[in-house]
């Protein structure tokens, strides 16, 4: 039996979120938010019934068009068109785990009460979450800045029937899901299209993805970083906690502390060392992966107060009878984070790749290539090629998008964040550097069986224990391509202990 979390007014935390997904909870709505929601709704119309002056979005036009008064009786279509009509998508799809996001920090966000929804509308966003219906969402479309207009209309079609959805891995015409699953079209109401498509939730659900698969790349990044020190028989010094005590940037200590953890007991740190200095791939392990895990955090408390936002536009406060419109809607503040964290990601996979090609250079009595016989065999030269194709496309995807800006509707909307941009070049990114990690953990591997007898420490050993019953060592050539993925699928499932 699956359990059930009752959504709230309260702010999710980070580890709500991430125990909703793992353990794959149903969605319910406590009753706080039930009043929530019906209270603003019976506010709303009221207050169109009783009051004549325009509201934007409610009873007039959108965007440009916010000057042309739309008649009461026709408020309903009005919030149909708006959102048939934005649903301009294009692009690749996005995948199942971010749609189950939007969904989740949509639902959250109306059960705040500022939005103006009717209850049925939650409760049919909560039943596709907890059913698995996933619309059909493309990446291209959003400017981030009116909320994600488009990407949130597609999200939101299934609700009158149109649109495609993918439902125990099969893509299926809307209509035939709902009526799959006895679900009557909802009516939108006066504001319901502007409240689902207003709103940061494609962004914030590609950071929040991006943000938990980040945090376990870096730890990756840490132990096969350590892996490769060992390989590449590097020194133990510039890992001190006396030096870093000097520079008490938060992410260099914890860094550096954690590989002074999880050398310890090593045989091979511990040998006398011919090399007087290491190259800064190595010796400023901590500097850089650090900075990264600052960025990292940085970054955290931006999605997390985003997550937790309303984000629609006009806000409704029924309390203080009052309808406000603003531009909670804007991506900047995520437009950034997702520019620095894409910056700090691309790093760590530059420096990566600098630690494998030292393990293939044939330095400090390693063989090139790390392959017996080189000439004969090219060993692990090539997948330093990839290592380095992979890593220039970071760099260029790590172009800030929020510097960019092209107007739209009329110039009403002079000014955009381009944060979906942002978010989805961020997303590739990671991906990328998962593989770049993938290339260094399969090149540290192989070059530490150089080093026997001598043994590393038996965090190490037990890493490699593990990641030598998917990949064995390689005598001669073979085909490397399927190791790479070997490797990367092996960095996705382990679990590096803290």
Known sequence: MHKIFEISPQAFQEKTISDILDNEYK???????????TTCREYLDKMIENHDEPVYGVTTGF???????????????LQKNLVMSHACGTGREV????IKLMLLFKIHALSLGKSGVQMKTVERLKDMFNEGVYPVVFEQGSLGASGDL???AHLVLPLIGLGEVRYRGKKYNSADINEKMGWPLIELQSKEGLALLNGTQFMSAHGFYVLHKARKLLRAADVISAISLEAFDGRYEPFKEELHNLRPHKGQQEVASFIRRILEGSEIIKQEKKNVQDPYSFRCIPQVHGATADAIEHAAKTIMTEINSVTDNPTIFPEED?????GNFHGQALALVFDYMTIALAELGSISERRVY???SGQR?????????????????????????????????????SVDSIPSSNEQEDHVSMGANAATKLLTVAENLEKILAIELLSAGQAIEFRRPLRSSDYIENVLSELRKEIPFVDNDRVMYTE????????RNYNFPD
Do not use: C, W
């Open 27 to 37: 969605l319910s709505l406590d009753g706080e938010s039930a009043r929530l929601i």
């Open 63 to 77: 965007g440009a068009l916010h000057d042309r008064i739309i008649g009461k009786d026709q408020l309903n279509r």
């Open 95 to 98: 995948r199942d785990d971010i």
């Open 150 to 152: 488009s990407p949130l």
């Open 322 to 326: 009052m309808v406000l419109s603003g």
């Open 358 to 360: 030292r393990l293939i």
């Open 365 to 401: 009595k390693l063989p090139e290539f790390l392959i017996a016989n080189p000439g004969l065999n090219s060993g692990f030269m090539l997948p330093q090629y990839t290592a380095a194709a992979i890593v220039s496309q970071n760099k260029q995807l790590a172009t800030p998008a």
């Open 484 to 491: 790479i993925e070997k490797s990367a699928e092996f960095i």
